[in-house]
């Protein structure tokens, strides 16, 4: 039996409560995160799910707070400063993910033995980091 076991269930039983969150431009963001029973041998990020979201979430926020700066015609340099900082904020959640990937995911398939599995995950950790660095 293999170390870890990857795959996609049906989690729609094991969701728990809504979570809100409100953003300073004041909107309400709800969300739907898996219960502990879920997340046992889930993929590596399951353990900051919730700080994930909430980053992606504010990210969200400063993506409208952009577009109203359009709307209101704000000056170019502001709406490119805006656009900078949203571009890192996601880029911080692409590596917080990615580093969860390779501590959780590739480590568990190294580990099991099973080449593989191991190969395979070294191809889409190798494919995943080809994409992050064709954005830069």
């Not at 992606?56 to 015609?73: C, K, P, T």
Request: one cysteine or more.
């Amino acid at each position: 039996m293999r170390a870890l076991e990857h795959s996609r269930k049906d989690t729609r039983s094991t969701l728990k409560r809504p979570s809100t969150l409100h953003t300073r431009e004041g909107y309400l963001l709800t969300f739907r995160t898996l219960s502990a029973a879920a997340t046992h041998g889930a993929y590596g990020y399951a353990a900051q799910k919730d700080k994930l979201l909430k980053r992606l979430a504010r990210a969200e926020g400063q993506v409208r707070g952009v577009a109203r700066m359009v709307e209101d015609d704000r000056y170019c340099i502001d709406i490119l400063t805006q656009l900078a900082a949203v571009n890192t904020a996601l880029e911080g959640v692409a590596l917080a993910i990615l580093d969860d990937h390779v501590k959780h995911c590739v480590a568990g398939a190294l580990s099991s033995g099973d080449d593989a599995d191991a190969k395979q995950k070294i191809d889409e950790l190798l494919a995943a980091v080809r994409r992050f660095a064709k954005t830069r």
